[in-house]
């Protein structure tokens, strides 16, 4: 289980928080926190349309098509 119904205060140091919002037009805000005391990093991303999100996974999709069985990453797909 991943819930923290009704906890407070602090975390593991070794876990790792998560939050989700959904609401109103929103489709995909990601943001990814490095914190520490006094200060934090954040990398963000805002999607304002599902239409990104098909679009990749149709592109990835193609790619797929005639290739054999095995494990593919996006990395794969993209060619980095």
């Known amino acids: ?13 070794q876990t790792i928080g998560f939050s989700t919002i959904r609401g109103g037009d929103v489709v995909g805000d990601h943001t990814v926190m490095f914190l520490g005391d006094g200060e934090r990093v954040e990398i963000s991303h805002k ?3 599902r239409m990104n999100f098909a679009a990749g996974a149709v592109r990835a999709a193609a790619w797929l098509a005639g290739k054999s069985a095995g494990l593919y990453s996006m990395r794969d797909v993209l060619g980095l």
Do not use: V
Not at 3 to 13: F, I, K, L, S, W
């Open 1 to 13: 289980m991943y819930e923290r119904y009704g906890h407070t205060g602090a975390r593991d140091r």
């Open 47 to 49: 999607a304002s349309s």
